[in-house]
């Protein structure tokens, strides 16, 4: 899209100055948000491919993705006359289209369906599978290729109630209406189902394998359930019976749902146990639903009841169009509030080609913070294509404190004076869930000196005093983190040379403060991490540049086994994801992470705190570096390593021999000239602990290395002990 305002030729203006591409004029997508490229727009009947106009259409022209339903405009009531709309549905490229139309079908009824009709092309208007009208809808269906063309005419005079189409991706083989079609069942005890909810009034019943009165459930199982309802409803899940293994965090066997098409959609719930769950809604139009068990411990499984309800636009809503498609920046006034992405309360992503605005306005003497609560823009190294940008002052043209997109956003920001404008732009392609932001009016906070600490309640105190077991405080945080028995792990680690990449176990429990960070429903490791106190671990920045969502992490603390359940060990969610401000994501530099646990862990012999560094680690000491990293099949796969490793000299360690300068002098390198001691792939964001004056400190945050293990490569780290002030005042204002 063009800036300023100014279109190409072959560009469209729209009325808040934005630019489109011609070819979109007309197409029946409403690209400019006033529908304003779908007036004026006629029907060409001699054209080759008629243009859709925007009555009757009502849905975007391009489908694509794993599943998603359109149905002409008014449906169930009666359609409009004279309409010629096109849908193209696309899908991964190997898989067939599956169709599915709803039971309430009524389009004008004539031989060979001459006056209303929708006509389906499997691939190309060269290849039409039928033409449908009447009363009976068409049968289930599924299309030779990915691509599939969908027409809806109708003529100048008796219309109907229309049609409601669902599609979905499948490997099925080909069926069309009249054939018989039988679907082979699945082999062992997996399962899927597609689950279409045609409206308010439909309802039904899933329940787990084997479900009934003293019976339970098979082992090793997974079963889908994949919900579809039309456009603008959510779908409400019901659970009337329930027995499944429980667990903590249900790390054994769970029902798991989340928002969307697939698994990767944001989790909305996961329930085991004997509890009946509270109902589970979804935020869009479709739910997927996996229940997953292992191999020990049955129980009698659930049974829930399926409806779709009427999705409420909320005024959050209303006034984020405003900003997007008014001809002036929305001004907000108000001493606190908050701004939205648009379609982000209504759970979907933001639409293409828009242009949103924001002006909040301070009175005299105040001063305005941002805080984000949830981020997630279209990723790109420059922030050129879907971005939001925070400028410090009433206009466009005032200074830019920040341009934002992908997951990498500031916490909080203040603005100097008593004014911010925001501005929200995205391209063409490629949308995401957005952003929900809070803003407060308040008075300006006083400014500590760099060497002073700041206190929550705003005053300064000198820096020398915080951990000194004086509350200085008026809350007393400045003795937060500053336990005194830290690092001393109740069970001995075995100590000696050895490696992580073909090296040693550690003995359990030997290394307390070692936490593992899992990703997803499924808990997957992706990270080390080091507990400092009973609900803080520090760990990488760099684990957390695709998502910082605190629903998609988990904290492991106590274990040993990687894939297997330890019975000291414990799962607990995150509240807060704190990447370091300053982290930047081409240079590694400032890669550093707070992860604030959702509820406190109860310190023990296998869960305990290392200490916060008191000064730098000197060249040459030997230190231990802990993981569940890859050992690129060495060595005791899936248990925690551990090796003994030298520190190298930050200037040495940038000579060309070794990094060539890519080294910050808030790194640290350690490792060996020959290679063969290193972290590698999974131990990122886990500790570097030294022994010093007989308690372990944590000296370094795995960060990065060339290859694992290789020769004049050592591994680099985050020097904790240059962060130790921002880790205490970033735990202090959380």
């Not at 400019?32 to 259409?57: I, W």
């Not at 999705?311 to 920046?329: K, N, R």
């Not at 939001?388 to 997951?407: F, H, K, N, W």
Request: glycine share 10%; charged share 15%; proline share 5%.
């Amino acid at each position: 899209p063009s800036f300023l305002g100014i279109c190409n030729t072959d560009e469209f203006s729209c009325p808040d100055h934005s630019c489109i591409p011609r070819t979109w004029l007309c197409d029946g997508d409403n690209d400019c948000g006033d529908s304003s490229d779908e007036r004026n727009c006629g029907s060409s009947q001699g054209a080759t491919v008629l243009p859709a106009l925007s009555s009757g259409c009502g849905s975007s022209r391009t489908q694509t993705g794993m599943m998603g339903s359109f149905n002409s405009l008014n449906y169930p009531s009666n359609y409009d006359t004279d309409l010629n709309c096109r849908w193209e549905i696309n899908v991964p490229t190997g898989m067939h289209i599956k169709l599915v139309f709803a039971d309430k079908f009524g389009l004008e009824d004539s031989e060979n369906c001459m006056y209303d009709r929708v006509t389906i092309y499997d691939g190309s208007q060269s290849n039409l599978i039928g033409k449908y009208c009447g009363s009976q809808h068409p049968g289930t269906m599924v299309l030779s290729s990915n691509h599939v063309i969908v027409q809806f005419t109708s003529d100048d005079s008796n219309g109907d109630i229309g049609f409601l189409l669902h599609w979905s991706a499948t490997n099925a083989s080909v069926v069309i209406p009249g054939d018989s079609h039988t679907t082979p069942a699945p082999s062992g005890m997996n399962c899927t189902q597609d689950i279409y909810i045609n409206d308010t009034l439909s309802a039904g019943t899933i329940s787990s394998p084997n479900f009934g009165v003293g019976l339970q459930y098979p082992p090793n199982s997974r079963c889908v359930w994949r919900f579809f309802a039309p456009f603008g409803y959510a779908i409400r899940l019901t659970y009337t019976q329930f027995g499944v293994e429980s667990g903590r965090a249900c790390p054994f066997d769970s029902v798991t749902a989340f928002d969307g098409q697939t698994s990767t959609g944001r989790m909305i719930a996961k329930n085991c146990g004997n509890t009946i769950p509270a109902p589970v809604v979804s935020k869009t139009n479709a739910m997927f639903v996996s229940f997953v068990t292992d191999g020990t411990t049955q129980d009698m499984g659930f049974r829930a009841t399926y409806t779709a309800e009427k999705v409420s636009v909320s005024t959050q809503t209303v006034l984020t169009d405003q900003a997007c498609h008014g001809s002036t920046p929305l001004v907000l006034n108000q001493t606190s509030g908050f701004i939205y992405s648009e379609r982000f309360t209504l759970g979907m992503n933001y639409p293409d080609n828009i242009n949103c605005r924001w002006h909040i306005k301070a009175p005299a003497d105040k001063v305005i913070t941002l805080q984000f609560n949830t981020f997630f823009l279209e990723k790109d190294r420059s922030c050129q294509y879907d971005n939001l940008q925070v400028l410090d002052g009433p206009l466009a043209s005032s200074p830019l404190i920040g341009r934002y997109c992908g997951v990498i956003y500031p916490q909080k920001l203040t603005s100097t004076g008593t004014d911010l404008y925001l501005r929200f732009q995205t391209d063409e392609s490629e949308n995401e869930i957005g952003f929900n932001i809070t803003y407060t009016v308040h008075d300006p906070i006083p400014t500590c000196a760099p060497s002073d600490f700041t206190c929550s309640d705003g005053t300064c105190i000198d820096r020398t005093s915080v951990c000194d077991g004086i509350k200085n405080c008026a809350s007393g945080n400045d003795e937060v983190v500053c336990a005194s028995n830290c690092g001393i792990p109740a069970i001995s680690p075995s100590l000696g040379n050895s490696r992580i990449v073909g090296g040693k176990e550690a003995t359990p429990g030997s290394w307390p403060w070692q936490a593992s960070i899992v990703y997803g429903s499924f808990k997957d490791h992706m990270c080390g991490g080091t507990l400092i106190s009973d609900q803080w671990v520090v760990t990488a920045g760099h684990c957390f540049e695709d998502d910082r969502s605190t629903s998609s992490w988990h904290v492991v603390l106590g274990n040993h086994h990687l894939n297997r359940h330890d019975s000291h060990q414990i799962v607990v969610g995150v509240s807060k994801v704190l990447v370091h401000e300053r982290y930047d994501q081409d240079t590694t530099e400032n890669d550093i992470t707070l992860l604030k646990l959702a509820t406190p862990v109860t310190l023990n012999d296998y869960v305990n705190i290392v200490c916060l560094p008191k000064r730098t680690v000197s060249s040459g000491q030997h230190c231990y570096i802990t993981g569940f990293g890859d050992t690129m099949g060495t060595c005791c796969h899936d248990v925690l390593k551990q090796a003994e490793i030298p520190i190298i000299d930050v200037t040495r360690c940038n000579s060309t021999r070794y990094t060539d300068g890519q080294v910050f002098n808030t790194n640290i390198c350690a490792g060996l000239d020959k290679g063969g001691i290193d972290t590698c792939q999974g131990d990122s964001g886990g500790p570097l602990v030294c022994n010093i004056d007989g308690k372990w400190q944590l000296e370094g945050v795995t960060s990065w290395g060339v290859g694992c293990a290789d020769p004049m490569s050592p591994g680099v780290y985050t020097k904790v002990f240059d962060y130790v002030n921002w880790i205490q005042q970033t735990i202090v204002q959380n």
